[in-house]
């Protein structure tokens, strides 16, 4: 079956980095599309950065542009968020999703078919 495993978070200061990573299985990695999404308590789940199957293109919320980036190793069958100059408010737990609607990078969570248990990042001020 298709598991999706994160690691990476943890506890950091704000301006501090952290990076996460999401190692797929059961599935053809390749031909996923894959994103990050976020959770803080008592809000939505929401889209923090996606990449096409061949990396080609990435796409990130405005909150994050500049601060975080998405990079995938198809060869590990491994996504990354690199995560720079982090702010409290990036406090969550940090969700990787894969889709094989490969046609353009999608921002809701309904379109995404598997998931992973979720990291928590927690940035103090």
């Known amino acids: 079956q298709v598991q999706l495993v994160e690691s990476g978070g943890g506890l950091v200061q704000a301006g501090g980095s952290l990076r996460l990573s999401c190692a797929a299985s059961?599935?053809?990695?390749?031909?996923?599309?894959m994103a990050w999404f976020r959770q803080a308590p008592g809000k939505e789940r929401e889209f923090v950065a996606g990449?096409?199957?061949?990396?080609?293109?990435?796409d990130y919320a405005d909150s994050v542009k500049g601060r975080f980036t998405i990079s995938r190793d198809n060869a590990k069958n491994t996504v990354y968020l690199q995560m720079n100059s982090l702010k409290p408010e990036d406090t969550a737990v940090y969700y990787c999703?894969?889709?094989?609607?490969?046609?353009?990078?999608?921002?809701?969570?309904?379109?995404?078919?598997?998931w992973g248990q979720g990291t928590q990042v927690t940035v103090s001020s």
């Open positions: 059961g599935l053809t990695f390749s031909r996923y599309n």
């Open positions: 999703a894969s889709t094989n609607r490969g046609s353009r990078i999608y921002y809701r969570r309904e379109w995404y078919d598997y």
């Open positions: 990449t096409m199957w061949n990396s080609g293109t990435t």
